[in-house]
Nanobody, 121 residues
Framework: QVQLGESGGGLVQPGESLRLSCAAS????????MAWYRQAPGKERELVAT???????TYADSVKGRFTISRDNAKNTVSLQMNSLKPEDTAVYYC???????????????WGQGTQVTVSA
């Protein structure tokens, strides 16, 4: 089994920053792509950013230039640095990982439980 756990959410004012972290643990052989999604109340889940094992990144247009995704392959972690936060960034943020598991080498996509980010004056 593989588990993902997020941390770092909270309440901040517009213009402030937050850093989300996510750690994967369990029967992991290797992790391919990792990503952050978010879901605001009444809206569909949205892909925020992705990072490959080699460090290539993609971002949603709404966060380009403000958010930075990074990962540590040795620690099986992924982070999301969020700067210049806006009220429209308010959502539950989820990390995901595409994991090659031990000992079967079966590839599966795993999700964290989510962490709330609220941006409000």
């Amino acid at each position: 089994q593989v588990q993902l756990g997020e941390s770092g959410g909270g309440l901040v004012q517009p213009g402030e920053s937050l850093r989300l972290s996510c750690a994967a643990s369990g029967s992991i052989f290797a992790i391919n792509d990792m990503a952050w999604y978010r879901q605001a109340p009444g809206k569909e889940r949205e892909l925020v950013a992705t990072v490959t094992r080699g460090g290539m990144t993609t971002y949603a247009d709404s966060v380009k230039g403000r958010f930075t995704i990074s990962r540590d392959n040795a620690k099986n972690t992924v982070s999301l640095q969020m700067n210049s936060l806006k009220p429209e960034d308010t959502a539950v943020y989820y990390c995901t990982a595409r994991v090659i598991t031990n000992p079967t080498w079966i590839v599966g996509e795993y999700w964290g439980q989510g962490t709330q980010v609220t941006v409000s004056a």
